[in-house]
Structures are given as structure tokens and as C-alpha cells.
């Protein structure tokens, strides 16, 4: 049988060349990118640890920051406004019919301080090792142990149902533009971030309000989650109080198509 073409030379004849081999080729190439990666890593990390780098903010660090910038900018427009105000009533020519409408509108619109007698709902999520307490009842998924924004929302709604003349959620005051908008169980209200428990405090009759807040379907629904997997509640009397003025802009934000 003939000696293949692979096949080494053999006696005295001349020997052949041996035959190209790609894979050893790729095997330094491999390595030679290996390093250069290696070397560019060293470059950009100067000697740091890139994953624990503390200049490499979280997301959730990012939030919280721009909320604690919201809140600063709304206490200093609140301060401009006090002393627009005050130079305003120095003397502007206006009748005093005109001030008694002014004020009625300020009053409406949330922007004047409301005194009077106060109830905080208070809402809490669930412990996270709660269970079923009662029988009949299915084991809790995660998202029937956290407040969601139609818990607020209805506490809210039935405030206002009940006569409130001013609600207060956290420390922010709403107005008719206001919107309680939750993400996971994170409030998001006027720019400012807040995590449970969810404070609402409204001004107005006591018994009305309460009385509200039994009649609301939503709320009721929310009581099966208290009773039965331990979701917070407590409706508490303040005696008399009064709600901050609404302090942030009044105007409205909206997209705008693309010209």
C-alpha cells in the first residue's frame, strides 16, 4: 500500500514539509486576546475592585438622592412663596372682597395651611413569614403581603368622601393634580420617594371620616389581608392639627408629540 501524503519521509529521500495547522494558530490567538483583555482590566480598574467600586452608584442610591433634592428644592420654593406673599400684603390695591376670593381659592387648592381636627390611617406590609390566619384561606404570595397603590389609594378616596377639608400622605400635602403612584411597594408622590409604613392624615370630622373608611368596598377588601395574613392598619384620632400648605409647582407636566 502507498505511503500517504501525511505520512513522514522515510530512508534517504528528501523530507517533506509538514502541514499547515490552524488550531495551534487560534491557540496563541486565544491567549494573546486573553491578555490584552487582561491588561485593559488592569488599565481601567487602577488597582480597584470594580464590583465594590462605592463611586459606581446603586440605582436605588440614585433615587433616593434626587428625592432628598426634591424635597430641598420644594422647602425653598415654599419659602420664595411665603415672601412673595408677604411683600404681596404689603399693599397691592386690592379690595377686600378680592382678598376673601383669594383666599377661598388658596383654600381650595391646597396651597394655604388648614387647621382642625385630624385621623391618620396608617398602612403597613405584612410580616414577610406571615400566614394564613384563618382557615379557608390559601397561603400568602408575596404580593398579598405588601401595600399596593390601590390601598392608598383608596384610604385617599374615601378621605375625601368623608368630607376631609385637607389630606396630608407623609409629610407632602395633595392637591386636585396630586397622584399616588407606587412602584413595588415604594411610594413615589410629587418627585419624592417613600417606603412603608404610609402615613395619611386628613382634617375634617372625626366620625365622618372613620365612618368613610368602614363604608369603602376597597377597604374592606384590604381588612380580609389584615385579618387573615396580617397586612397594618390602625386608624388613630390626632385631636387637632394642621396640614402644611402644598408647597410644590402647580403646573402641569405632559408629553408633547414630536415635531
Known amino acids: 500500500m502507498s505511503n500517504s501524503a501525511d505520512s513522514p519521509a522515510t530512508g534517504d529521500g528528501p523530507a517533506r514539509t509538514r502541514r499547515f495547522r490552524p488550531v495551534r ?53 415654599a419659602t420664595l412663596r411665603d415672601d412673595v406673599e408677604s411683600l404681596a400684603e404689603r399693599d397691592d390695591g386690592s379690595t377686600k372682597a378680592q382678598d376673601e376670593k383669594l383666599t377661598g381659592l388658596e383654600d381650595s387648592a391646597g396651597t394655604r395651611p388648614v387647621r382642625g381636627r385630624a385621623v391618620t390611617v396608617t398602612l403597613n406590609d405584612a410580616p414577610p413569614n406571615a400566614t394564613a390566619k384563618l382557615p379557608g384561606y390559601p397561603e400568602p404570595q408575596p404580593d398579598y403581603l405588601v401595600i399596593h397603590q390601590q390601598d392608598l389609594q383608596a384610604v385617599v378616596n374615601a378621605l375625601w368622601n368623608g368630607g376631609a377639608k385637607g389630606i396630608k400622605v407623609m409629610d407632602q400635602r395633595l392637591i386636585s393634580t396630586s397622584a399616588v403612584r407606587c412602584v413595588g411597594n415604594t411610594l413615589i408622590l410629587q418627585g419624592r420617594v417613600y417606603s412603608p409604613p404610609y402615613k395619611i392624615t386628613a382634617v375634617g370630622d372625626p366620625d365622618r371620616l372613620k365612618q368613610a373608611l368602614a363604608d369603602s368596598p376597597a377597604i374592606q377588601n384590604y381588612m380580609v389581608y389584615v385579618n387573615v395574613y396580617g397586612l397594618g392598619w390602625k386608624v388613630t384620632d390626632d385631636g387637632t392639627v394642621t396640614l402644611p400648605g402644598y408647597s410644590g409647582t402647580v403646573d402641569l407636566h405632559y408629553a408633547k408629540p414630536v415635531k
Do not use: C, H, P, Y
Request: no cysteine.
Open 25 to 77: 494558530i487560534l491557540t496563541v490567538a486565544v491567549f494573546a486576546l486573553a491578555g490584552l483583555i487582561f491588561f485593559t482590566s488592569f488599565n481601567t480598574a487602577k488597582g480597584t475592585d470594580i464590583r465594590t467600586d462605592t463611586s459606581l452608584l446603586k440605582l436605588s442610591d440614585l433615587i433616593q438622592e434626587r428625592s432628598r433634592k426634591n424635597k430641598g428644592l420644594d422647602e425653598s420654593n
